[in-house]
């Protein structure tokens, strides 16, 4: 399928969009109250990584049901490539097209601060998900498009340095038993170097369920009492418990060796998930699903976990997640981007774990090497991401480091937003 969008750019069309003329600036006095939206900390910088004066005139994606590409072009022919937020990717292009592509084209992608903000605040009828699915999609085009005109890797462009980055093992199965879980970890680690590992307890938001009787604590026991002195070990309980609950599942993971405790109750449930963490000495960490960053402000300055994990995708691209890791930063809690797939999140998420001061010690790296997404990610780009010695090989090249697979692109439905200036 194929389809074409015309957009006008033109001053009328701006604002019957919603968007403010680019001519509007505070008035004087009103700067701290500007600088305080949208995450920005005291003394916020603005990105400035390439001279201002292109435009963006075109955006392209290519949609499969469970991953998007997105392409940017401006208005000298440089292009950059991004990728929309995983599951249900079709739907967050047709948001792309309908709800972000009028507030980015025909304007200058050198101003990275003020586009994103735009796409989240002209879309103040729609918090959040899917608008900031799409425009993580585009954000993380532009920032390609930036290493291009550079010629740098991103995490160069944001202040770090291209090498390889620890990971840790991620199970994301409910359905394996103890006894299969230490094989595979066993193996990873014999294989392949890997020495942390995480694996799950609970079940996904179910008010305190579990995915059979006592297997949580099977897991627990049988992981940890095998694995603890070996591999550094970690949960993830994926908002399935209130506070009561989720503090006597952390006393056992504590008796047993287990570090870190992600997501314990459902998360949007913050103050719960802070008295979590002040009842355990183990690391709480979350917030993969929040995209809202006054949200994370909350969640910071309680604190409410000892680790934050926000998903470079899910909150609307790299601005918005390195705003986070800022306001943490500040509080001296580390950061580590979430990247639960084998598509371009883990990319993003590598990058960004290089260039921010409060990185955490790994990243998650799924060790589902036979789900759908997975497989997906494999075609997708190329280089595939390496694991030598437990530690993810950064692509070294400009922008993101990776090509989109021609053939993976021929397979997708195909949809265009054009500006007619
Ligand atoms: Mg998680």
Redo the contacts with the bound molecule.
């Keep these: 399928m194929q389809r074409r969008n015309f957009l006008k750019t033109s001053a009328s069309a701006a604002l019957l969009a919603g968007t403010l003329p680019a001519c509007v600036t505070p008035p004087a006095g009103e700067e701290e109250k500007i600088i305080a939206h949208q995450g920005r900390i005291k003394d916020y910088k603005k990105f400035s990584v390439i001279d201002p004066g292109l435009k963006i005139t075109r955006i392209e994606t290519w949609s499969q049901p469970n991953v998007a590409v997105v392409r940017v072009t401006t208005d000298n022919g440089m292009e950059g490539w991004g990728q929309i937020s995983t599951y249900d990717a079709d739907i967050s292009a047709m948001v792309l097209h309908r709800k972000i592509a009028n507030l980015v084209l025909g304007y200058d992608p050198a101003e990275i601060d003020e586009l994103v903000d735009r796409c989240v605040e002209r879309n103040l009828k729609y918090p959040w998900s899917y608008v900031c699915r799409a425009l993580g999609g585009v954000e993380t085009a532009i920032w390609d498009l930036y290493g291009k005109i550079k010629q740098q890797p991103v995490c160069e462009l944001l202040g770090g340095e291209a090498k390889p980055v620890p990971i840790y093992g991620s199970s994301m199965s409910r359905a394996i038993t103890p006894e299969d879980e230490v094989d595979r970890f066993t193996r990873l680690r014999d294989e392949m170097g890997i020495n942390s590992f995480k694996f799950r307890v609970g079940k996904e938001a179910s008010r305190n369920g579990d995915a059979w009787p006592g297997r949580t604590e099977e897991m627990i026991k049988g992981v940890g009492s095998t694995l603890a002195d070996s591999c550094t070990l970690l949960v993830?309980a994926?908002s399935s418990y209130t506070p009561d609950r989720a503090i006597e599942v952390g006393e056992m993971l504590q008796d047993y060796g287990i570090s870190q405790y992600?997501?314990p109750c459902p998360y949007w449930e913050i103050e719960w998930t802070a008295e979590v963490t002040r009842a355990l000495d183990l690391k709480v960490s979350?917030g993969?699903q929040d995209n809202d960053l006054s949200q994370w402000r909350r969640i910071v300055s309680i604190p409410s976990v000892d680790i934050i994990?926000p998903d470079p995708l899910y909150l609307g691209g790299v601005v918005r997640t390195v705003r986070a890791a800022q306001m943490a930063a500040q509080k001296e809690i580390p950061c580590v981007p979430?990247s639960?797939n084998l598509c371009m999140v883990t990319v993003f998420a590598m990058h960004i774990m290089r260039a921010i001061p409060n990185a955490g010690p790994y990243l998650?790296y799924t060790i589902e090497f036979d789900d759908g997404i997975n497989e997906v990610a494999r075609e997708l780009y190329s280089p595939n991401l390496k694991i030598v010695d437990g530690q993810l090989d950064m692509p070294s090249a400009p922008g993101w480091g990776v090509e989109f697979s021609k053939e993976w692109l021929d397979k997708a439905d195909y949809e265009v937003s054009v500006s007619e200036t």
């Design positions: 993830d994926n992600e997501e979350g993969e994990q979430h639960a998650e």
